[in-house]
């Protein structure tokens, strides 16, 4: 009997282009919007139920109503005898179950992390997807298996689509295809109308293979300035992505401003509005460009960082709480800090390297050659790039000495 996708040794996810018919975007859509209203009913049943709750008194046609809606909570097949509309546009109960998974996990989110806040209404955006389970027999498994499986090295079989195309990194897995499990899929259109799938997948093989890196550890500072600077003295410039394209992303904001306050004064809804349409599309084009630009860029470095040492030493990064300075926040969030981190974290779990994160706490202030912290008047402000050690009279670079001491602190947690 085949293992299932908890057993599995090892995980990957791969995110692919799609590219379907009319009528699979129809579905597709459909699917999104059922996806979108099974989570809200989640949503709304909770807040009755919770205001139900409330009332102390035991009047039974309050108890009958909560008996109902804990039926109709933890029931598919309800959902769509309330709402007929859902049967007659090829929506599959599987995207309703994934909702309601989404919800409950959502719940659990909400106790594990406070932070991330209780489920809420989702409203209809020019954005959304859904997700499917993929289901095999008890011993058929593998990448041309299942219920979404692949025909070729560019085509799919999705269950409810049929056989669409994809474009993506898929090719690397057909070397050992029969000993990988799908598991979720996710299908996603965005902002500019294009779709993509995210699918994961499980197996006992790895999924890359691991070579022995040429550094043994290295330490790196995060900046503005400088994008990175290692503990090796490396130095990788920031690429600032939002800063060189803002002035078209504004000029091209305030058009689309204009044609919402026309659409709006003709009382035009906007989603028929058709030059309100093109110029959000254009507006979202330019900040899919910068987004994919950025991310490209920081899986280069990351990747590299990983593969090429057995050790990389970062230090902890509250991104949330640096947004706080206005002076900064433009910067930070064009920087691209927690997800270069986040990338950094399941990189080396991949590539079997060992990825630690140390408080970052007077690793600027520290001189790395006779550990001397400046304080009082000798403390460094963010103008001092380059500085002497006092006591030492050691020369250092700012950054290159944060990290090496960001380096040597990580080196002691071992």
Not at 132 to 152: C, I
Not at 354 to 380: E, Y
Request: glycine share 6%; aromatic share 8%; hydrophobic share 40%.
């Amino acid at each position: 009997m085949a293992k299932k996708m908890a057993n599995l040794n090892y995980y990957f996810g791969i995110k692919m282009r799609l590219f379907p018919s009319s009528a699979q975007r129809q579905i597709i859509d459909n699917n999104i919007n059922a996806s979108r209203f099974a989570y809200n009913e989640m949503v709304a049943i909770d807040k009755e139920l919770y205001s139900l709750h409330q009332v102390k008194v035991p009047i039974a046609i309050v108890q009958d109503r909560i008996a109902y809606l804990q039926r109709r909570k933890n029931n598919t097949q309800m959902l769509f005898a309330i709402h007929p509309w859902l049967a007659g546009t090829d929506i599959r109960t599987d995207v309703v179950d994934q909702a309601r998974r989404a919800y409950q996990n959502a719940w659990r989110m909400f106790r594990q992390v406070h932070r991330s806040g209780v489920p809420v209404f989702h409203r209809k955006r020019d954005n959304g997807s859904y997700q499917l389970p993929t289901r095999y027999t008890k011993t058929e498994v593998g990448l041309a298996n299942g219920s979404n499986r692949f025909l070729d090295k560019r085509h799919l079989i999705l269950s409810g689509l049929g056989k669409i195309r994809v474009s993506g990194s898929q090719k690397r897995l057909f070397s050992h295809a029969d000993s990988i499990r799908v598991g979720t899929i996710t299908i996603r259109c965005d902002a500019t109308g294009r779709y993509f799938l995210s699918m994961m997948l499980g197996s006992d093989t790895p999924f890359v293979h691991t070579a022995k890196p040429a550094q043994a550890a290295v330490g790196i500072d995060l900046n503005i300035d400088n994008f990175l600077t290692d503990s090796n003295g490396n130095v990788i410039p920031n690429p600032h992505y939002y800063r060189v394209i803002k002035g078209q992303l504004a000029k091209q904001q305030r058009i689309l401003a204009r044609r919402r306050l026309r659409a709006k004064k003709e009382h035009r809804s906007l989603r028929t509005a058709r030059n309100y349409q093109k110029q959000r599309i254009m507006v979202a084009n330019i900040q899919c460009k910068v987004a994919n630009r950025r991310k490209n860029f920081l899986h280069l470095v990351s990747t590299a960082l990983i593969k090429n040492h057995d050790m990389v030493v970062a230090e902890e990064l509250r991104s949330q709480n640096m947004l706080r300075n206005h002076a900064l926040a433009m910067s930070i969030a064009d920087v691209g800090w927690r997800t270069f981190l986040g990338m950094l974290a399941y990189k080396a779990e991949l590539y079997d390297c060992q990825f630690v994160t140390v408080n970052p706490r007077n690793t600027t202030q520290t001189c790395s050659d006779c550990g001397f912290v400046m304080a009082g008047d000798q403390k460094l402000t963010l103008t001092d790039r380059e500085w002497t050690c006092p006591q030492c009279g050691a020369f250092h670079i700012r950054d290159h000495n944060a990290a090496k001491n960001i380096l040597a602190k990580g080196l002691a947690l071992n």
